[in-house]
């Protein structure tokens, strides 16, 4: 098929959209796929030759005005589908996916709506709870809110210390904090802010950092995560042996199967399809608490999606096949 890979970026996530992109392009091709880049960050300005787009420096101007122009390149007419490499902000949020409606072109994981709702996590939190999906207990600080001694006695009074602090709209742990006192509300507000004008503030469950992926209905094996730090951060997410897996994880089956009926009612209550991973804490309880529906997942050779998948038999040539089969139905 003529595919389309979207690349980088304008969204903090840009260097690991990069990573994810270049792996999938490695699998399209070795698929036997026509495969043409395109960084939506770049517009009209292209580079020539494949080596650039997944380079640390930058070929251009990266700005996310640059979309518009981008999608509205003739490339796009003859393309079979659209395959979303882009992470974060201006990509996981509807952002991209409304512009390639706009052009009448396929492309993987869901739509606007669910895209918008997924990144949304207070939004998506609400529906959890809707559709009987556990979620930690939390609040909303809006934009302007900057009344400390209310938040914190909202914390004292909700769930109390240690709690977690993050963007409301973010990926991969970008500018979250954990709270152990009063002291750190402040400055992990600010550091939050950095990156939304919404934050959420949660419990912090403590137990087990677990994920599981659903590609078109089928789950995939549960995967639990033993990152080197107290939390699964950045650092242990895209740095090599910062973090050990276990696939399948080692719980009680009840527990394995409960987790994979709340991942599939995580995946429906946001509207999801196509693909996606449904990241939970599991407290020392065995009670799963859902974070977060992603619906366009890391790619990296480090990612989770990529670990369950060899856990279930698929080589990552044949996920990335199966992807594409359930955008295209």
Known sequence: ?????????ASPEREVSKLSSASIYEALISLGHDVILIDPAYGADQPENAEQFFSKEDHAKVSARNYVT???SKKFDKADLVFIGLHGKYGEDGTIQSLLDLRGVKYTGSGVTPSAVAMDKSLSKVL???YDVSTPPWFLVGPGERDYKLIKAKIKKFFGYPCIVKPNDQGSTIGLSVCRGDIEVKEAIETAAKYSD??????????????????GKEVMPVLEIIPSHNLYDYECKYTDGMSRYEVPAKFPKKV???LKHQA????NSVGCKSYGRADFRLSEKMVPYCLEMNTLPGMTKLSLVPKMARSAGLSFETLIERIIKSTLG
């Open 256 to 258: 394995v199967e409960h």
């Open 1 to 9: 098929m003529n595919i389309i890979l979207l690349v980088g970026g």
């Open 128 to 130: 959890f709870q809707h």
């Open 198 to 215: 919404k934050i959420i503030i949660e419990e912090f469950i403590r137990g087990h950092e677990v994920a599981v992926t659903i590609i």
């Open 264 to 267: 599939l009612l995580a995946y």
């Open 70 to 72: 981008a999608v509205d």
